[in-house]
């Protein structure tokens, strides 16, 4: 069993930068692949960014690469999205997720979803 949850989010102006963390709890974290996915009011959730267990293999959503860079701290369990030039279209409900094996960008191969924490950013 893991649980996850997330902090971090916050208002902050274009082109500004936050770092969202994920904490979770329960000893196999560091089995885990991590990923982070986004809601925009109306909007389907979406895949943002993965890490596997080890850290080795990383994949980001085309809409954020190059401004948001995902990262793990089994020995903290913790896994971290910072977020740089951020813009209005951003704007979403953050979520972490967790599961077994490698990592993956669709949102029903999580087992485990953290609460979410808002993430606005003003024009």
């Known amino acids: 069993q893991v649980q996850l949850e997330e902090s971090g989010g916050g208002l902050v102006q274009a082109g500004g930068s936050l770092r969202l963390s994920c904490a979770a709890s329960g000893r196999t974290f560091s089995s885990h692949a991590m990923g982070w996915f986004r809601q925009a009011p109306g909007e389907e959730r979406e895949f943002v960014a993965a890490i596997s267990w080890s850290g080795d293999s990383i994949d980001y959503a085309d809409s954020v690469k190059g401004r948001f860079t995902i990262s793990r701290d089994n020995a903290k369990n913790t896994v971290y999205l910072q977020m740089n030039s951020l813009k209005p279209e951003d704007t979403a409900v953050y979520y972490c997720?967790?599961?077994?094996?490698?990592?993956?960008?669709?949102?029903?191969?999580?087992?485990?979803w953290g609460q979410g924490t808002q993430v606005t950013v003003a024009s």
């Open positions: 997720a967790a599961r077994e094996g490698s990592l993956a960008y669709r949102m029903y191969w999580y087992k485990y």
